[in-house]
């Protein structure tokens, strides 16, 4: 987890309010990503960032919005919270000068929707 | 489509060796990847292994990868308490940008 944190650690919310997840790295990697891990599931990708201001959609991308304004910062926005949005969420990061293209995890966002 | 399946249970004694297995889809992965996830916490890097290898060793870990099978197997000999984790296999697609996980192998270590 070195070098990536998220915030908050924790979050409780209600169905119906926005709700924004941060991300943030010292490491200067050029890519971003946000999972959501759900029982059964493994980690299904969200969005994805590969440079500032460069965004795409992940395979579960409905009802989340992301925006990367520096390198080092990747937000999730829930725009508008539901029941199904109850998951753990995971940032992680890769660089293309890695040799192994390995992604690093943060510590992961908890959130229950209500 | 492209999917990794590996079996979501395995319990084992301590001191035993412990094999998770995993299959994947996609044959031109460049990169196939163990993570290992304790509760809390997010997924750590455990090993990978490059598409034109088929053993890579790391002290008490072994990858096995079978191509023609679409097969890959994490071996941890003298397995610990400490190896109790879900184990995820994971493959990168061509491109770089999106990686595959399975659904995870939880490991019970049993003293």
């Known amino acids: 987890d070195a070098g990536i944190t998220q915030s908050p650690r924790h979050k409780v919310t209600e169905t119906g309010t926005p709700v924004t997840l941060r991300c943030h790295q010292t490491e200067n990697h050029r890519y971003m990503y946000w999972y959501r891990q759900d029982p059964g599931h493994g980690l299904r990708l969200i969005h994805y960032s590969y440079g500032v201001k460069d965004t795409d959609k992940g395979e579960v991308s409905d009802g989340y919005s992301v925006s990367r304004s520096k390198t080092e910062d990747f937000l999730l926005t829930l725009e508008s919270a539901t029941s199904s949005q109850t998951s753990v969420y995971f940032c992680a990061i890769s660089d293309p000068g890695l040799p192994e293209e390995t992604q690093y995890f943060g510590p992961g966002t908890r959130l229950l929707v209500l | 489509g492209e999917d990794v399946e590996q079996s979501l249970f395995l319990s084992v004694r301590e001191g035993d060796s412990s094999v998770i297995n995993c299959t994947y889809t996609d044959s031109s992965s460049t990169y196939l990847y163990w993570y290992k996830q304790e509760p809390g916490a997010g997924l750590q890097l455990l090993t990978y292994?490059?598409?034109?290898?088929d053993m890579k060793q790391d002290q008490r870990l072994t990858v096995l990868l079978n191509k023609k099978d679409k097969h890959l197997s994490l071996r941890i000999a003298d397995t610990q308490t400490g190896d109790s984790a879900i184990y995820f296999c994971?493959?990168?697609?061509?491109?770089?940008?999106?990686?595959?996980f399975g659904a995870g192998t939880r490991l019970f270590v049993k003293a």
């Open positions: 292994i490059f598409s034109n290898m």
């Open positions: 994971a493959e990168i697609l061509t491109g770089g940008f999106k990686t595959i």
